[in-house]
T-cell receptor, first 115, second 109 residues
Framework: IAGITQAPTSQILAAGRRMTLRCTQD?????MYWYRQDLGLGLRLIHY???????GKGEVPDGYSVSRANTDDFPLTLASAVPSQTSVYFC??????????????FGPGTRLTVL | GQNIDQPTEMTATEGAIVQINCTYQ??????LFWYQQHAGEAPTFLSY??LDGLEEKGRFSSFLSRSKGYSYLLLKELQMKDSASYLC??????????WGAGTKLIIKP
């Protein structure tokens, strides 16, 4: 693994189904983030984690949950998908603890369609 | 509230210079990032400003005025591969990045 990876690359999902988007980084970064990106809108933060074992809510957390059992993995779960969750999802990480400089590194994204 | 304002789209000619402006209002301020995002790809880091003034990095420069809540990204000697969206992202008092919708830059030959 080099950097940050996401799976799946894309997914079509029936409404009401449960779905987990996976994110793994090998940079030993403390902080990780989940964003969604919709046409015409900026990246919107769903959930974040400043360190393993802790998580926080972002701007648009409803309908999503996360866990951070270890440093490397940060899965995002949609408990019961709805069409409004159709979006491109990006996972990111940063070495936030080392300084206030918070450059974020992004995974390649997951394109999710909920029908 | 927090707000980022950038032009939605700009067009420029190959070889020319273009300036992409960004104004922002955030709860506290801890620096500002510019990212580049090609269509269908992830954002990638371009620049970071925390003090007023100009930061130059090759063909790209970024300027910050904290008192005016203003930044710009300057791209020189434009190449076709510079066609992308450019995202302005100030960092608030909680060190969270607040993302603008981005400026889609179209380069014409």
């Amino acid at each position: 693994i080099a950097g940050i990876t996401q799976a799946p690359t894309s997914q079509i999902l029936a409404a009401g189904r449960r779905m987990t988007l996976r994110c793994t980084q090998d940079m030993r970064h403390n902080a990780m983030y989940w964003y969604r990106q919709d046409l015409g809108l900026g990246l919107r933060l769903i959930h974040y984690s400043n360190t393993a074992g802790t998580t926080g809510k972002g701007e648009v957390p409803d309908g999503y949950s996360v866990s951070r059992a270890n440093t490397d993995d940060f899965p995002l779960t949609l408990a019961s998908a709805v069409p409004s969750q159709t979006s491109v999802y990006f996972c990111a990480s940063s070495d936030a603890e080392s300084s206030s400089y918070n450059e974020q590194f992004f995974g390649p994204g997951t394109r999710l369609t909920v029908l | 509230g927090q707000n980022i304002d950038q032009p939605t789209e700009m067009t420029a000619t190959e070889g020319a210079i273009v300036q992409i402006n960004c104004t922002y209002q955030t709860s506290g301020f801890n620096g500002l990032f510019w990212y580049q995002q090609h269509a269908g790809e992830a954002p990638t880091f371009l620049s970071y400003n925390v003090l007023d003034g100009l930061e130059e990095k090759g063909r790209f420069s970024s300027f910050l005025s904290r008192s005016k809540g203003y930044s710009y990204l300057l791209l020189k000697e434009l190449q076709m591969k510079d066609s992308a969206s450019y995202l302005c992202a100030p960092m608030d008092s909680n060190y969270q990045l607040i993302w603008g919708a981005g400026t889609k830059l179209i380069i014409k030959p």
